[in-house]
């Protein structure tokens, strides 16, 4: 079975799902028009998976069909945008280089 992202706003996180098992999370913090996202996890038994990778990029397509600007204060997210180059322009221009970017 495919991994399913689901956005859990009331849990302020993006999820990731496999065979309905909770594999982790993208913690977040939205405002009008910015998300900042400040940590993400993927639970052990589900590492090696390339499961960081499917909930960071579905968390940033999300982002960017919002039109919401990205605050990636998440090591692990600020790694991907720096080798997923399509993508870092949803962090402002006058922010990356404070995240690296």
Do not use: N
């Not at 859990?8 to 999370?25: H, K, Q, S, T, Y």
């Not at 639970?43 to 990205?70: H, N």
Request: charged fraction near 30%; include cysteine.
């Amino acid at each position: 079975m495919e991994p399913r992202v689901v956005d859990a706003p009331e849990r302020a996180r993006f999820e990731i799902f496999v065979d309905e098992r909770l594999a982790g999370f993208a913690q977040y913090s939205r405002s009008e028009d910015e998300i900042s996202l400040t940590h993400t996890e993927i639970d052990p038994a589900f590492e090696g998976q390339g499961l960081g990778s499917t909930l960071a990029r579905a968390v940033l397509d999300a982002a960017r069909e919002a039109k919401l600007a990205v605050l990636p204060y998440c090591p692990f997210i600020r790694r991907w945008l720096a080798k997923h180059h399509d993508y870092v322009d949803l962090v402002p221009e006058g922010q990356r280089t404070q995240f690296g970017l």
